[in-house]
């Protein structure tokens, strides 16, 4: 749960990122939120990145990623659920990574590339899409070369289909199931096995939410 100037905080550095393609400067993070030093920013920061919303990136000034945001606001904040822009033609733009492969961490295939889909398609919050590789969830109906829209989640329930980066580097979609003290990565195909993590070796990057395919 964040508080409200960890939220204001938090937005603030995402909606400068997507607008000017870099973070706001201290001084812009203070009088934004209210605070009469930068002590107070480093701080905020530090909590921020301690929740895994967002992270440093080394050698570069000004230099913070956003990892994620907020699925809902605290009731500190006092604001709503995050909903996309929906466009006149009733699509939605979202990021477009690459193909989801084993030893590509999502982050990794950040890109250019976007793709619209249908406003029904998403709801609240962050969403992205990506090009799956592989039939190991055929059975789950979702083929090779088929695109898959994630909305950013780091909970899902059990049997839900999810994006898992396993050890930092190994991204994988699968459906997730939790057995004990331990994680199990399901495929939806008899020919591949199930895998079996503690916890703190995975991390969920995301819901799937819906289907695109092209039959061309």
Do not use: W
């Not at 960890?6 to 812009?28: K, M, Y």
């Not at 230099?63 to 709503?80: D, K």
């Amino acid at each position: 749960m964040l508080t409200k100037r960890q939220h204001e905080l938090l937005l603030l550095i995402d909606r400068r990122l997507r607008e000017d393609g870099v973070s706001p400067s201290f001084e812009e993070m203070k009088d934004a939120v209210g605070l009469k030093s930068k002590s107070g920013i480093h701080r905020l920061i530090t909590a921020l990145e301690e929740r895994g919303f967002i992270r440093r990136l080394p050698n570069r000034a000004r230099a913070l990623e956003v990892l994620r945001l907020p699925e809902t606001t605290t009731a500190e904040a006092g604001v709503s659920m995050l909903k996309p822009v929906v466009e006149p033609s009733g699509m939605v733009e979202l990021p477009k990574y690459g193909k989801i492969a084993a030893g590509t961490p999502i982050e990794a295939l950040r890109g250019n590339d976007t793709i619209s889909v249908p406003a029904e398609m998403v709801g609240a919050g962050q969403h992205y899409a990506l090009t799956v590789a592989g039939d190991s969830m055929i059975e789950a109906g979702i083929l090779d070369g088929d695109t898959v829209i994630i909305r950013r989640t780091d909970t899902v329930e059990n049997g839900e289909i999810a994006v898992a980066l396993v050890d930092g580097c190994e991204v994988t979609l699968k459906k997730i199931r939790r057995k004990g003290n331990a994680i199990a990565l399901e495929p939806c195909n008899k020919d591949y096995e199930t895998r079996i993590f503690s916890p703190e070796r995975v991390a969920i990057q995301g819901k799937l939410v819906g289907l695109m395919r092209n039959y061309e």
